[in-house]
């Protein structure tokens, strides 16, 4: 077995223990300079822990939407279940209800008290998936706070202490909340 020329100088008696170990203790110093050094010289690794960074922040970026996509599903989920165990059972013998949505006429079956309900603000109309549902004010106020786009029609309630300021001259012609039309 050969032996490494430090050792065959240490066993001549050419050099002390102690400078082989000072020897020694140095090429380590060396070594782990140049490891620490060499990151702050090799260009391509400072270009590596740049990518390694921006791919950190675009991982955190794309994070954020996920996690922002899953909040909206599930806040789409509630809305669904809420107008799904809250709904006014349609009328199909009844009369058709009226309403604007996203630039179109829509229209609900509902019966007579449905009708004045709807008018005086005691229920709304909410929309799920592509149905329009008749459902209670209390639900829609909660549906107002999770999703207001999910809120098609709430009407004011005539006992609400909000006043509407009319045009004078037309003060004695009042238009009827139930009109059907």
């Given at each position: 077995?050969?032996?490494?020329?430090?050792?065959?100088?240490?066993?001549?008696?050419?050099?002390?223990?102690?400078?082989?170990?000072?020897?020694?203790?140095?090429?380590?110093?060396?070594?782990?300079?140049?490891?620490?050094?060499?990151?702050?010289?090799?260009?391509?690794?400072?270009?590596?822990?740049?990518?390694?960074?921006?791919?950190?922040?675009?991982?955190?970026?794309?994070?954020?939407?996920?996690?922002?996509?899953?909040?909206?599903?599930?806040?789409a989920a509630q809305v669904r279940s809420l107008i799904q165990e809250n709904k006014v059972a349609e009328d199909s013998d009844?009369?058709?209800?009226?309403?604007?949505?996203?630039?179109?006429?829509?229209?609900?079956?509902?019966?007579?008290?449905?009708?004045?309900?709807?008018?005086?603000?005691?229920?709304?109309?909410?929309?799920?998936?592509?149905?329009?549902?008749?459902?209670?004010?209390?639900?829609?106020?909660?549906?107002?706070?999770?999703?207001?786009?999910?809120?098609?029609?709430?009407?004011?309630?005539?006992?609400?202490?909000?006043?509407?300021?009319?045009?004078?001259?037309?003060?004695?012609?009042?238009?009827?909340?139930?009109?059907?039309?």
């Amino acid at each position: 077995m050969s032996k490494s020329l430090q050792e065959q100088l240490l066993k001549a008696g050419m050099v002390s223990a102690k400078q082989f170990k000072q020897a020694k203790a140095s090429k380590a110093k060396r070594k782990k300079q140049n490891t620490a050094n060499k990151g702050e010289s090799n260009p391509s690794r400072q270009e590596a822990q740049h990518r390694l960074a921006e791919k950190r922040q675009r991982d955190r970026v794309l994070n954020l939407k996920i996690e922002e996509e899953k909040k909206q599903r599930a806040t789409a989920a509630q809305v669904r279940s809420l107008i799904q165990e809250n709904k006014v059972a349609e009328d199909s013998d009844g009369q058709p209800f009226h309403f604007e949505h996203e630039g179109s006429i829509k229209s609900v079956f509902v019966s007579e008290a449905v009708r004045k309900d709807l008018a005086d603000g005691r229920l709304a109309i909410a929309k799920s998936k592509a149905r329009y549902r008749v459902v209670p004010a209390s639900t829609a106020e909660k549906i107002r706070s999770l999703a207001p786009s999910s809120l098609v029609l709430f009407g004011k309630s005539k006992n609400s202490s909000e006043k509407e300021t009319l045009d004078p001259a037309y003060a004695d012609y009042t238009v009827p909340d139930d009109l059907v039309w």
